[in-house]
């Protein structure tokens, strides 16, 4: 079970966040949380829901408005999504790397531009001889 599963009835969530349940009904009409549903229609809150409704109620304790509570919460969320965003993005980086090592390899030109080589290709050399004459 993850923290996004639904399982918890509207008595159970009600309880575990320390509200009535038609605190979470209204929450609920508001869209501050919205609870997953059965086929019946029951409202099925998950352990993120209620981690969700306990952050309400300490906001609201401290005195935020529940357009200000709304807010923050939309703000979490998308923080949230980022971060699992950055994390799969940088999975999939990892991947990539350890699947093809070598794969895209550099070297600098004598002008200093980069030249792109193929794995397992080693720049040429320059033998050229150059003269250096300090001026006087």
Known sequence: MDENS?????ATAAELAEMHPQTLRQYD??????????????????MRDVAQ????ARLGSEGVSLEGIRRVLDLE???KALRDRVRELERALA?????????????????GAAVS????????????VV???PER
């Open 95 to 111: 991947d990539q790397m350890i699947n093809r090592p070598g794969a895209r390899v550099f070297a600098a030109t004598t002008t």
């Open 131 to 133: 003269l250096y004459r």
């Open 29 to 46: 009409r508001l869209g501050l949380v919205v609870p997953g549903r059965t086929r019946g229609g029951s409202r099925r809150y998950s």
């Open 6 to 10: 639904p399982v918890f009835a509207i």
């Open 77 to 79: 969320n998308e923080n």
């Open 117 to 128: 080589l193929r794995a397992g290709m080693r720049p040429q050399r320059n033998t050229a």
């Open 53 to 56: 409704l306990r952050e309400i």
